[in-house]
């Protein structure tokens, strides 16, 4: 059984005063094994957000199921939302969403302290993830004195901390320059090599060169997916680029 399975999503918004709907999602289906990377990629305004609202559970689809680990999302109670997010779906969002009146650590420590953990249990989750993404030193600073590639490696060590079953990242390149960028998808293939699972939605086709597979929204739909196979991640910017060029168009392939 795949670790997330999207079986004919839908989502219809309906304008304020009753009017007109708009059709964001329509018949969205894929799969997600365990320990895979996928991008998600798509213009502005092709659904790609909203869908990714979905799989955060932070939104309901009109029609269609999500199913983690055969989990129906439409199956959780709203009062017990919250803590399905926080024991099963690590966060890395562009803008970090760091709290500046808490030091790098407790910003860390912060879904664990929502899970009820014990500080002895969060000392000892965060030493080798610290280590690992190379923020051990600037666990005592606050957000205003890092740079926004330590931010961003913070913003990631928040979201593994819990153990996620898949870390959902919204455009985790966005806000960093090229050198951070390139640190944090070193960091992000490094994190996915060693099991953990990644879905990321963004615009960026480097960033998305780094996946293991690349899916395409348009107009609400899977439009195509590439799988990297053999491919280098030049090779792969490459037929991301390509398939761009024909979404824009409005092709099918």
């Known amino acids: 059984m795949s670790l997330l399975e999207v079986k004919g999503l839908k989502k219809v918004y309906k304008t304020r005063f009753g009017g007109a709907s708009v059709e964001a999602l329509r018949n969205v289906s894929f799969t997600v094994e365990e320990g895979e990377y996928v991008a998600i990629m798509g213009e502005s305004g092709s659904g790609k957000t909203t869908l990714l609202n979905i799989l955060a ?74 280590e690992q993404l190379g923020i051990a030193a600037i666990l005592k600073k606050y957000p205003y004195e890092v740079s926004g590639g330590q931010k961003q490696r913070a913003a990631v060590a928040r979201a593994l901390i819990t153990n996620p079953r898949i870390v959902l990242a919204d455009e985790p390149t966005g806000a960093l320059d090229s050198k951070s960028t390139d640190e944090l998808l070193r960091l992000f293939g490094e994190i996915n090599r060693r099991g953990q699972t990644i879905l990321m939605v963004t615009h960026s086709m480097k960033a998305a060169s780094h996946a293991s597979r690349v899916l395409f929204i348009r107009d609400g739909e899977v439009f195509h997916q590439i799988y990297r196979g053999e491919s280098t991640n030049e090779q792969l910017y490459q037929k991301i680029s390509d398939t761009l060029t024909l979404l824009a168009r409005g092709e099918r392939r």
Not at 117 to 130: C, F, G, N, V
């Open 57 to 130: 559970a932070l939104d309901r689809p009109t029609a269609g199921t999500v199913l983690l680990d055969g989990k129906d999302f439409s199956q959780i109670k709203e009062s017990a939302v919250a803590a399905f997010r926080r024991d099963n779906l690590g966060f890395v969002f562009q803008e970090f969403n760091l709290l500046d009146t808490f030091t790098i650590e407790d910003n860390i420590y912060l879904p664990l302290v929502l899970m009820g953990k014990s500080h002895a249990e969060m000392k000892k989750r965060i030493a080798p993830l610290a």
